[in-house]
């Protein structure tokens, strides 16, 4: 009887535990994954609670789930889009819903679409994260931590052989609030080519996958030490305050300039 008692009181125990963690007590910052499909959504739920541990995952199959999430401290939400365009109306209701249940939760979106135009539209409606599904793992891991810390991360234009942007660079009026300053922007098309090393090249060429310091060295054969200390050069050079920035202006300033991606020691 004794030894039922102590059984009883342990299950009790777990399950005032499990709803005080349901309920808002001490407990982890949430990440939630909308997605449709379900071996996706596993996939990505597997994924994101190995690389980022330091969250509550919460995985639902559509929107009509956030009442489970409502209260909770929901840093970042990534809605599936598929193929739809972001003006459909029913993502147009999403995104509405995911204001109105996680006021403050970054949005991101994953997307089958991989054109300017869409992510363009994305940023419009004050998206911070645009994934298209064509981008590399790691590369998405790497760009909802930067996300997550405050920033914004979107693939960037990409530059065609006879070195024009195809599509154009996001100006500074068509940023969200607080992406870019506009003086950073000011004056870009006019300015020439900033005279970056073979080896600061490359570091920006990965900087604009948006690869956090660990994966840039591994990739370039580097220690970390050098990669910040590029990224240092790289700031300074481009009078910006953060990575991101430098990486816009670089873009921007190579407007009809082709880029030298051969390789070279820095």
Known sequence: MAQQLFEF???MDQVVNHAERLNGSPQMPALVIIEPLTLTRTCILSILRRELPGFEIVEMATTDGLDFVSGRDVCLVALSTGDKSIADPSV??????????CPNASIALLSNRDDEATALAAMHRGV????????PVEVAVAGL???????VYRPLPIIAQNGTTAPEL???????????AADAAKDVAEKHLIDF??????VLAE??????????AAKLNLSENTVK??????????????????????SGRLSGHERDTSPGAS
Not at 92 to 101: G, I, P, Q, R
Not at 170 to 180: F, H, I, T, V
């Open 197 to 202: 090393t073979p080896r600061e090249q490359h």
């Open 9 to 11: 009181g342990v299950i």
């Open 229 to 250: 200390m590029h990224i240092h050069h790289i700031m300074r050079k481009c009078a910006a305050r953060n990575r991101t920035e430098a990486v816009l202006r670089w």
């Open 128 to 135: 911070r994260g645009f994934f298209p599904t064509s981008i």
């Open 207 to 216: 900087l604009e996958l948006g690869l956090p310091n660990k994966l840039i």
């Open 170 to 180: 996001l100006s500074a009026a068509e940023l969200p609030s607080g992406y870019l």
């Open 92 to 101: 147009e209701d999403d995104l509405a819903l995911l204001v109105d249940y």
């Open 145 to 151: 931590r930067l996300v997550l810390a405050g920033g």
